[in-house]
């Protein structure tokens, strides 16, 4: 299966890196193939005997390589739903002399073959001892080769998504099992499940105006404002009605996780992916409730957060107006005081950053922002100096603080007609090197503090209803990205019996019921 039915994952990952310069990469990846089809085999065994599970991955392993190279494409959950709901004549033209051919050499004739030799007969508790020990020595084989090109893997697993598509028979056993569990997931949810039924917005004078920027992969500790050395973030330190909180850690370690969860009333020990699904989330409260509620993004989307609400792309020039070639974060607030002029009631805008993603640092901000050199010009980490990595990181921080800036002014221009206020936290942190570990995406309980230590600014207007003595009081508490749901239904004055205002980041000035409506 790894030689023979992965010739498209081997040239394209020889075209992305020349056999003469990363031959130990290469083949490190090789032997890294082998040992994910093993443990793939000792999962399965877990479940049933090994001949039908070698059977059934050679033959899936077999189907994929030929479709691969007859039509260079990959099988994943979206060819997966084709397959599926195809009629038979579509099927037939595909299935060609030669389709069938490579088909028999590749899958059948060796899924027969497994059937051949005798085997000796296992109790399910035997086959279950072997296939653990076999599952344990794959996943440390793999670690032991996966440590020496850490700087390499970690742009490999970033930067080329498409070549990874090609792993078989990898990649479409998973993508098998996120179609199967979805299709489960969707079945069993006809309705969104509603949350905080009782929340309402008593009637009192005054309007909100809140935006909150999702930031991306920024650490805590790389902000000049939370005292790191250098002066990245000059504008926000600046900023009087600005605090920043000390003590704040992410959901997860990547976007995939930490976004649906700092929205979710799910703690994040508890967090699960399909609660988004699933269940309303802050967003969906607080449209109900009567705010309006805009998410634009200039990231990869919002993972299922915005689904109900709306939702504008910024991460390409027909809508973004600041793309050079990049699209800038700055082009967010494009139009942004239009949208607000024409919009009554309390007003929420979330601005979801394209931020410090790496590991092509130099790519998030503009030319004039290159402060720190020299700056790391690649994606592949390893070619650059551990200096030039953070040099090319430390200028993203300081391109997010001159956008922060722009948002407080924008929000500064509607002080006198609104209680204003921005939110701004980071989805998770980044490894920069450290322990030859590099970028973000480790499992939480393994991941170190600059994956999941993230910062967490607060800037409230002249007339805002949060009460600026608790935000100074509460910024060296320790809070996760659960304080965020409880603090956005304070910011807009949510009132519902499960609401604790101790869980939240701030409260916030009472106002009395009886006093004139809103706007």
């Avoid at 190279?69 to 084709?82: C, E, F, K, L, P």
């Avoid at 009192?204 to 790389?222: F, K, N, Q, S, Y």
């Avoid at 980071?426 to 995406?441: C, I, N, Q, R, T």
Wanted: proline residues 5%.
């Amino acid at each position: 299966m790894t030689l023979a039915c992965n010739s498209a994952l081997f040239g394209s990952l020889t075209d992305a890196y020349p056999f003469t310069q990363y031959a130990g990469f290469v083949l490190s990846v090789g032997a890294l193939q082998w040992l994910c089809t093993c443990l793939l085999i000792a999962l399965g065994t877990w479940l049933l005997p090994l001949r039908p599970v070698l059977s059934a991955l050679l033959l899936l392993a077999g189907a994929c390589a030929v479709f691969d190279r007859a039509y260079g494409s990959v099988v994943d959950i979206t060819m997966i739903q084709n397959v599926v709901e195809t009629d038979l004549a579509e099927v037939a033209e595909l299935v060609t002399l030669r389709f069938a051919i490579e088909f028999l050499l590749l899958g059948v004739l060796p899924a027969l073959l497994v059937w051949g030799p005798p085997v000796r007969r296992t109790s399910i508790m035997e086959r279950t001892r072997t296939a653990g020990a076999a599952a344990l020595l794959a996943v440390i084989g793999c670690v032991v080769l996966i440590l020496p090109f850490s700087a390499e893997y970690a742009s490999f697993f970033r930067e080329h998504k498409s070549v990874r598509l090609h792993s078989n028979p990898i990649y479409p056993v998973y993508s098998l099992g996120v179609y199967a569990h979805d299709q489960v997931i969707g079945g069993s949810s006809s309705e969104l499940a509603v949350s905080l039924a009782d929340a309402r917005i008593p009637e009192h004078p005054g309007r909100e105006l809140i935006v909150m920027v999702v930031g991306e992969t920024a650490r805590w500790d790389r902000f000049g404002i939370n005292g790191y050395g250098r002066n990245t973030t000059p504008r926000l330190m600046a900023e009087p009605r600005l605090t920043t909180y000390a003590n704040v850690s992410s959901c997860g370690t990547t976007t995939a996780i930490s976004v649906p969860c700092m929205f979710s009333f799910t703690t994040s020990r508890a967090f699960d992916q399909h609660d988004i699904l699933t269940r309303e989330n802050v967003l969906d409260v607080l449209q109900r409730v009567g705010v309006n509620v805009l998410w634009r993004d200039n990231n990869s989307g919002s993972k299922g957060v915005a689904a109900r609400v709306a939702f504008e792309d910024f991460s390409n020039e027909d809508r973004n107006p600041v793309c050079d070639p990049e699209c800038r974060d700055i082009g967010m607030l494009d139009e942004l005081d239009a949208y607000v002029d024409a919009h009554g009631g309390d007003i929420l805008i979330i601005l979801h950053q394209k931020g410090s993603h790496g590991p092509a640092y130099h790519q998030r901000y503009p030319a004039a922002f290159e402060r720190f050199t020299p700056a790391c010009r690649s994606a592949e980490l390893s070619a650059c100096t551990a200096e030039a990595v953070n040099n090319a990181y430390d200028n993203t921080i300081l391109y997010t603080d001159f956008f922060l800036s722009q948002v407080i002014d924008f929000l500064k221009r509607h002080d006198a007609e609104f209680e204003t206020a921005m939110l701004y936290v980071s989805d998770h942190g980044e490894s920069l090197g450290e322990h030859g570990v590099y970028l973000h995406g480790l499992p939480r309980l393994l991941a170190p503090a600059s994956q999941t230590h993230v910062p967490l600014l607060l800037w409230t207007g002249q007339h805002s209803s949060i009460l600026k003595h608790t935000v100074d009081a509460r910024s060296q508490q320790a809070f996760s990205h659960d304080a965020i749901s409880p603090s956005l239904l304070l910011a807009f004055e949510v009132e519902e019996t499960q609401l604790d205002d101790a869980s939240a980041l701030f409260s916030v000035e009472e106002h009395d019921e009886a006093a004139p409506p809103k706007g």
